[in-house]
Nanobody, 126 residues
Framework: QVQLVESGGGLVQAGGSLRLSCAAS????????MGWFRQAPGKEREFVAT????????SYADSVKGRFTISRDNAKNTVYLQMNNLKPEDTAVYYC???????????????????WGQGTQVTVSS
């Protein structure tokens, strides 16, 4: 069983930045493909970004490309989402997700995660 705990959300003005963190357990974290998703009120959950086990492969939704950066520190069992130049349309609950298959390209195709965090609220004011 993998437990994921997000932190770092909050209220920020448009153009500002936030960094989300997702602390994972157990120690097999380094085997997992990790991802970030978000869900705005009244909308379906959508993919934001994903990163493979080594951190060398990343992928982003078109809506955040060039503004968001996903990274991971396997020694700290933590994945990050650096969000810059935030826009009001980025307002959502952000969820960390983990895929135990270890297949980055499968997760990229299916976006099906095995484990989810509880979410952290990000609100961007105009």
């Amino acid at each position: 069983q993998v437990q994921l705990v997000e932190s770092g959300g909050g209220l920020v003005q448009a153009g500002g930045s936030l960094r989300l963190s997702c602390a994972a357990s157990p120690r097999t974290f380094s085997n997992y493909v990790m991802g970030w998703f978000r869900q705005a009120p009244g909308k379906e959950r959508e993919f934001v970004a994903t990163i493979n086990w080594s951190g060398h492969s990343t992928s982003y939704a078109d809506s955040v490309k060039g503004r968001f950066t996903i990274s991971r520190d396997n020694a700290k069992n933590t994945v990050y989402l650096q969000m810059n130049n935030l826009k009001p349309e980025d307002t959502a609950v952000y969820y960390c997700a983990a895929d135990s298959s270890g297949s980055y390209y499968q997760f990229l195709r299916t976006r099906n995660a095995d484990f989810w965090g509880q979410g952290t609220q990000v609100t961007v004011s105009s």
